[in-house]
């Protein structure tokens, strides 16, 4: 059994690297006596954004997609049907991806032609003139998103049972449209969930570096006393065909996480793999972050 590690280890850098109001908020909810319930849940809760069968790693960063997935979403579901000119778009989505410096003109083409081709958007013709035309997500793509927002819910009510959103979104079908429009319009205004959090942002960065650093955490979250760090091995030709990345860049990854601190060992392909103290207390100060922005910004009656 590794050794415990306590999740405050690291607050004195962390700390200056937000404001003194986001701190307190990531603080809060990071201190919630059932938080590691909260991380618990959330695992897994983007596998479909992410692995292979999503079909888009080719064309956008697994920390851009994200993004430019909420922003589909986002587009339309604030469209006025009375204006040919909202909804998703090529232009509208094209205009706010330059304005986050997430994809140019031509990946937001690749990605929007890529989620057609994979059955994840349809093109609608506008109702009063047929010159007009956007795209709306599919019941396939819906369900994925509707998982993952259920996925949210829950992981925040496991940390914090108090505001009881899964019960609430029951409740209220479009609870789930409305907190995800709030995290998109956030992206918008300059919300940037992995700024703060540049140990996160190296795995996020890559094809499959996600699922790869959940994976590795998973290691320190199964004890029921606590965290604690213990060598792990991950068979990463099997790991890759099922995330969509290369299993030699997934093991470059592993190496420059070595070479920059967030792991306590030189990989050996997959094997002897010891997450730092620093990396482990950074993601699960993201994942605080992360589920307590939409708790905050998910608007219940």
């Not at 404001?19 to 059932?34: A, G, M, N, V, Y």
């Not at 010159?131 to 914090?160: C, K, Y």
Request: proline share 6%.
């Amino acid at each position: 059994m590794g050794a415990p590690v306590s999740l405050d280890l690291h607050d004195a850098s962390f700390a200056d690297r937000t404001t003194p109001e986001d701190w307190q908020r990531i603080r809060r909810f990071r201190d919630l006596p059932q938080f590691l319930e909260g991380a618990r849940r959330h695992e897994g809760v983007a596998k479909h954004l992410f692995t292979n069968n999503f079909m888009l790693s080719k064309v956008v960063l697994e920390n851009w997609r994200f993004q430019m997935l909420a922003l589909t979403l986002y587009f339309h579901e604030t469209r006025d049907p009375a204006d040919p000119k909202t909804g998703l778009t090529y232009t509208n989505l094209s205009k706010a991806c330059a304005q986050l410096g997430l994809a140019s003109n031509g990946r937001v083409f690749a990605f929007l032609n890529l989620m057609k081709l994979g059955g994840y958007l349809k093109s609608v013709a506008w109702e009063a003139d047929s010159r007009f035309v956007h795209l709306e997500p599919t019941p396939v793509f819906m369900r994925t998103v509707e998982e993952w927002t259920n996925g949210i819910f829950a992981s925040i009510d496991a940390a914090d049972p108090s505001g009881d959103l899964e019960a609430r979104a029951k409740a209220d079908p479009k609870l789930g449209t409305k907190m995800r429009t709030s995290g998109a319009k956030g992206l918008l205004d300059g919300w940037q969930p992995l700024a703060p959090f540049p140990e996160v942002a190296h795995f996020a960065s890559a094809d499959g570096g996600w699922m790869l650093m959940e994976q590795i955490v998973a290691a320190s979250l199964r004890h029921p006393e606590g965290l604690r760090i213990e060598p792990i091995s991950i068979n990463l030709r099997s790991f890759s065909k099922d995330v969509g990345g290369s299993r030699s860049n997934l093991n470059r990854l592993l190496e420059k996480a070595y070479a920059l601190g967030l792991l306590d060992a030189p990989p050996q392909f997959g094997a002897n793999i010891i997450m730092s103290s620093r990396m482990l207390c950074s993601f699960l100060s993201f994942i605080a972050s992360y589920l307590s922005y939409y708790q905050l910004h998910t608007p219940v009656d």
